[in-house]
């Protein structure tokens, strides 16, 4: 049973107050509804301080949302609309001021109420936006104004509209020095300046940092800047006299991160980091988190397993199914992102389950297997995507579904693998086993589609599995903003009743064979979900 770092979770908050909250805001509201929503939790609070080069605490290295702007008060709607987008901007803009007034600025006042709550605090720095911003805008930010150079997309440079190059062409290239500069200046401020316990570095925020084809070959340009931030952060806490960790974000594999321009080996390798957090959470199940875990051996160097809400972790068996297979390759701790909307009895109740490996493995858990289209819907108008899915597309491989079925001319079907973390064998041995199922979900499948299901080399009995043809939904990540919705599709939903063998602990290989389809049907059978679920008494 793996054994949890001293900060099992790290859950990280967006900064939504800031902008969200009517003014004005005090220090007794970041207490009141966003820290204390989080007391009690066994780990540290990742708080974004902005994005795309915008911030919102009292930066004097970077630029400050609304500064530049006179106060608000006095000034009728026209007005305001006027400096600001909308209304949300204006109160984003009022909100830091408040804070100023009353305690100096929002890190300022988010460190002494962290302190209070006895919350280790960590800013969360983004190290790109592709969000699809008006760049005149105050949040466009003056950076990407006045160095339209450093864009990875030239001032005069054409691609074509819904092309990965086009789609990630608005972020910063760190191929240039005064970008590296920019965020070194923003990064140290952020340990020099206040009293924090660390600092993340979010590459998953959005994750393209070069231009394509030379993300690769500089490389070397994001481990420098690596570097330096953490020389300068060891200089800092040996003068304090306590130690200040730098926390990264990364792609989900490290092939993925090195093909991105980060080598996240290397950096674990020379000591730079302390925490290397694994992955944006869009496929949690197939992230090979040993990967990480065999890099880190001797380092010193802890590793984090992520889990996103909206993508695909909304419930709560599938949130602890996440955390168990993170527990089980070797996770140190997990990492929680767009957890701020949920409730504090939530928080208190889920985040100590999945905090505990040994509490953990005897709750109720759905395994899922994750679904490539389901994520970035190529079908969909180019036109309808935000810009930040294309860098996301860039950073996360394909996954094993969806799979379509056809007769083989060797009677032999798909094998895809999944992990499961819990001891069914055991647990059914004790009397602690309620039920375990295997769920298929398929799309164009009727009664008259006749085929097999193989788990671990046994046939599973088609004659004591439950069929259900007609409609069924799935929850599905829509795009941004609109986000999850159910999605309805029209074929046949397939559950067995599992024993252990021959499920088992670790890694299973499922097949399903097609031995003979539906006559007169021009569409294939698909493959377009497969689910665990494990329920203790």
């Not at 006095?74 to 408040?98: C, K, M």
């Not at 030379?214 to 130690?243: P, W």
């Amino acid at each position: 049973m793996p054994v949890p770092a001293a900060r099992p979770l790290l859950v990280n908050d967006d900064g939504w107050i800031i902008s969200e909250a009517q003014p004005p805001l005090t220090a007794r509201d970041l207490k009141e509804r966003m820290v204390d929503t989080y007391r009690g939790t066994p780990g540290a609070l990742l708080w974004c301080i902005g994005n795309r080069e915008v911030y919102h605490f009292e930066t004097r290295a970077g630029e400050m949302f609304g500064a530049g702007y006179d106060t608000l008060e006095g000034l009728d709607a026209s007005e305001e609309y006027r400096l600001f987008d909308d209304r949300d901007q204006a109160n984003h803009a009022a909100n830091i001021r408040s804070l100023i007034d009353e305690r100096g600025g929002p890190l300022t006042a988010m460190v002494e109420v962290c302190r209070e709550a006895g919350l280790d605090i960590f800013p969360s720095v983004r190290m790109n936006s592709h969000y699809d911003t008006d760049p005149d805008t105050p949040r466009g930010g003056r950076f990407r104004r006045e160095h339209p150079h450093a864009l990875i997309g030239k001032p005069g440079e054409t691609f074509p509209p819904g092309s990965l190059e086009w789609g990630v062409r608005t972020g910063v290239d760190y191929t240039h020095s005064e970008v590296r500069r920019h965020m070194a200046g923003v990064i140290c401020e952020l340990f020099e300046r206040f009293d924090v316990d660390g600092v993340e570095l979010d590459f998953m925020r959005h994750p393209t940092f070069f231009s394509l084809s030379s993300a690769y070959a500089n490389r070397h340009l994001m481990t420098d800047l690596v570097r330096h931030v953490k020389r300068r952060m060891a200089d800092v806490g040996a003068d304090r006299g306590r130690r200040i960790d730098l926390a990264v974000r990364v792609p989900p594999t490290l092939a993925d991160g090195n093909r991105l321009g980060l080598d996240v080996a290397a950096w674990m390798a020379e000591g730079l980091v302390d925490m290397v957090i694994v992955g944006g959470g869009f496929i949690p199940f197939e992230t090979p988190i040993g990967e990480f875990v065999e890099a880190a051996e001797g380092t010193g160097c802890l590793v984090y397993g992520s889990i996103e809400q909206l993508r695909p972790a909304a419930d709560d068996d599938v949130i602890r199914a996440i955390a168990a297979h993170h527990w089980d390759a070797g996770a140190s701790g997990i990492y929680l992102f767009n957890y701020f909307t949920k409730s504090p009895e939530w928080k208190r109740r889920v985040f100590n389950q999945i905090a505990d490996p040994v509490k953990l493995s005897r709750l109720d858990k759905r395994y899922q297997m994750e679904n490539t289209r389901f994520r970035w819907d190529y079908r969909r108008d180019t036109s309808a995507r935000d810009l930040h899915d294309y860098a996301f597309q860039n950073a996360v491989p394909t996954v094993q579904l969806p799979v379509a079925l056809a007769e083989t001319l060797t009677a032999r079907g798909p094998r895809l693998r999944f992990d499961v973390a819990d001891d069914v064998g055991a647990a059914s041995a004790e009397g602690a086993l309620k039920h375990c199922v295997l769920s298929l979900k398929l799309s164009n499948c009727t009664a008259e589609d006749e085929m097999e299901v193989w788990l671990n080399g046994e046939q599973l009995s088609s004659g004591s599995a439950k069929q259900t043809f007609g409609d069924w939904e799935r929850l599905e990540w829509r795009g941004f903003p609109t986000r999850l919705a159910p999605a309805a599709y029209s074929g046949a939903v397939i559950e067995f009743d599992l024993g252990a063998p021959p499920l088992r602990r670790g890694r299973n290989e499922l097949e399903v064979r097609l031995l003979r389809g539906a006559v007169q049907k021009s569409e294939h059978v698909v493959l377009i979900d497969v689910e665990v679920t494990i329920g203790y008494a």
